[in-house]
């Protein structure tokens, strides 16, 4: 029976008229689109956000995802930076040219932030200008920058500031290399550096990935959650070509699942697992409901050692609490790969709260989880 199938008999049960689309042709809205915390965000007032590229945990840069914006008072940027450092990231000033201690480094890393941490620039597009400055050709990502335009001594030049903490780094000239054309000026004081073999000591984030049924359904219960910063739609666990078309056959050994980025200082990955096992039924095999096939299966894939560790011990946890009658068959295996869904497959449940199947089948497990774990959802109702 498929999820059209399902949804037309709840519907008709409780009365619904709304008309349903097929999974495939549904209502598509437009595309959806803190470890070492150098000088130490702790303490500063956190207000808006801003989407920006970050390290997780296991030392791979993720997002753009939704940052709180870092902000203190003046007295505060003076008590966690150097007088220097003040000087350059607060006043907009500038270091004697040659004389950085970051203007000659070769060594392989991340140059971040000095005032919040952000990732800014890699040894990757490093490059000798021979102006007296560190020069890159790229940011890591330009997210992460913000460019103001520069009219002080006389001239225009465009300023480069971090989009964090709205620390100034330096300016951005047309004459670097190719790619990009372009070269990156800027004050070794504005930046703290991160040896590649140490880039995991920079992770602010972590990613889990679970598997549990129509993906619209998981990733609608975990955009509830407090600490969570983003989910998004995707397929893993196969070998074939990830396209929803396909992966619908069943042939292509990959399972619907959601790629979750959290803040683990902010919710842990064993309560995710519970928020994943308490809106699924971890003991039917390769279904959920009336969504049958290998791709509609239960799994965990970890990232890393501790959380399949953390994941076995947490279904071992469940088996002898007898809360099921039949076995768990949740498959657990390390994360190969995870391909994003196509657009309209993001954000789904958000964008069309009206369709049959998110009516009947994804909006009760998310006031499941709002009912039932309460203390991990967030206030505002998501």
Same mark, same amino acid.
């Given at each position: 029976?498929?999820?059209?199938? !399902? =949804?037309?008999?709840?519907?008709?049960? @409780?009365?619904?008229?709304?008309?349903?689309?097929?999974?495939?042709?549904?209502?598509?809205?437009?595309? #959806? #689109?803190?470890?070492?915390?150098?000088? *130490?965000?702790?303490?500063?007032?956190?207000?808006?956000?801003?989407?920006?590229?970050?390290? &997780?945990?296991?030392?791979? !840069?993720?997002? %753009?995802? %939704?940052?709180?914006?870092?902000?203190?008072?003046?007295?505060?940027?003076?008590?966690?930076?150097?007088?220097?450092?003040?000087?350059?990231?607060?006043?907009?000033?500038?270091?004697?040219?040659?004389?950085?201690?970051?203007?000659?480094?070769?060594?392989? *890393?991340?140059?971040?932030?000095?005032?919040?941490?952000?990732?800014?620039?890699?040894?990757?597009? $490093?490059?000798?200008? +021979?102006?007296?400055?560190? #020069?890159?050709?790229?940011?890591?990502?330009?997210?992460?920058?913000?460019?103001?335009?520069?009219?002080?001594? *006389?001239?225009?030049?465009?300023?480069?500031?971090?989009?964090?903490? *709205? +620390?100034?780094?330096?300016?951005?000239?047309?004459?670097?290399? =190719?790619?990009?054309?372009?070269?990156?000026?800027?004050?070794?004081?504005?930046?703290?550096?991160?040896? @590649?073999?140490?880039?995991?000591? !920079?992770?602010?984030?972590?990613?889990?990935?679970?598997?549990? +049924?129509?993906?619209?359904?998981?990733?609608?219960?975990?955009?509830?959650?407090?600490?969570?910063?983003?989910?998004?739609?995707?397929?893993? +666990?196969?070998?074939?070509?990830?396209?929803?078309?396909?992966?619908?056959?069943?042939?292509?050994?990959?399972?619907?699942?959601?790629?979750?980025?959290?803040?683990?200082?902010?919710?842990?990955?064993?309560?995710?697992?519970?928020?994943?096992?308490?809106?699924? &039924?971890?003991?039917?095999?390769?279904?959920?409901?009336?969504?049958?096939?290998?791709?509609?299966?239960?799994?965990?894939?970890?990232?890393?050692?501790?959380?399949?560790?953390?994941?076995?011990?947490?279904?071992?946890?469940?088996?002898? #609490?007898?809360?099921?009658?039949?076995?768990? @068959?949740?498959?657990?295996?390390? !994360?190969?790969?995870?391909?994003?869904?196509?657009?309209?497959?993001?954000?789904?449940?958000?964008?069309?709260?009206?369709?049959?199947?998110?009516?009947?089948?994804?909006?009760?497990?998310?006031?499941?989880?709002? $009912?039932?774990?309460?203390?991990?959802?967030?206030? &505002?109702?998501?």
């Amino acid at each position: 029976m498929t999820r059209l199938v !399902l =949804a037309f008999l709840l519907v008709a049960l @409780v009365a619904v008229t709304v008309g349903l689309a097929k999974r495939a042709g549904g209502a598509a809205g437009p595309e #959806s #689109s803190l470890g070492n915390r150098v000088a *130490g965000t702790k303490g500063s007032t956190l207000t808006q956000t801003v989407e920006v590229k970050v390290f &997780d945990t296991a030392g791979e !840069l993720v997002g %753009p995802v %939704p940052m709180a914006k870092v902000v203190r008072t003046d007295a505060e940027w003076r008590e966690v930076l150097t007088e220097e450092q003040y000087r350059i990231l607060r006043k907009a000033g500038t270091e004697a040219a040659f004389c950085g201690t970051l203007l000659d480094n070769k060594t392989n *890393g991340v140059y971040s932030c000095a005032g919040c941490g952000l990732p800014m620039f890699s040894s990757e597009t $490093k490059f000798k200008s +021979g102006t007296g400055w560190p #020069s890159f050709y790229a940011p890591v990502s330009e997210t992460n920058i913000v460019r103001h335009e520069d009219t002080s001594f *006389g001239m225009v030049r465009t300023e480069i500031e971090c989009a964090r903490c *709205g +620390g100034h780094l330096g300016h951005v000239f047309n004459d670097g290399p =190719a790619p990009t054309g372009e070269r990156h000026c800027l004050n070794s004081e504005s930046l703290s550096f991160t040896a @590649v073999d140490d880039v995991a000591s !920079l992770g602010e984030v972590a990613e889990a990935v679970f598997a549990g +049924g129509c993906f619209w359904c998981v990733e609608a219960v975990f955009e509830e959650i407090n600490g969570v910063l983003s989910v998004e739609s995707g397929y893993t +666990g196969g070998s074939g070509v990830a396209k929803y078309d396909l992966v619908l056959t069943g042939n292509t050994g990959h399972a619907e699942a959601v790629r979750i980025v959290f803040d683990p200082e902010r919710v842990s990955y064993e309560d995710l697992l519970r928020v994943h096992f308490e809106t699924h &039924d971890p003991t039917t095999l390769n279904r959920q409901g009336a969504d049958v096939g290998t791709q509609y299966r239960s799994g965990v894939y970890y990232t890393s050692e501790t959380q399949n560790a953390t994941a076995k011990a947490y279904i071992e946890k469940l088996t002898k #609490s007898g809360k099921y009658e039949r076995p768990i @068959v949740t498959e657990v295996q390390p !994360l190969d790969a995870f391909h994003t869904a196509e657009g309209h497959h993001q954000d789904y449940v958000k964008k069309n709260p009206n369709q049959g199947y998110v009516r009947a089948v994804a909006k009760p497990k998310v006031d499941k989880v709002r $009912k039932n774990l309460p203390e991990l959802t967030k206030p &505002d109702g998501g």
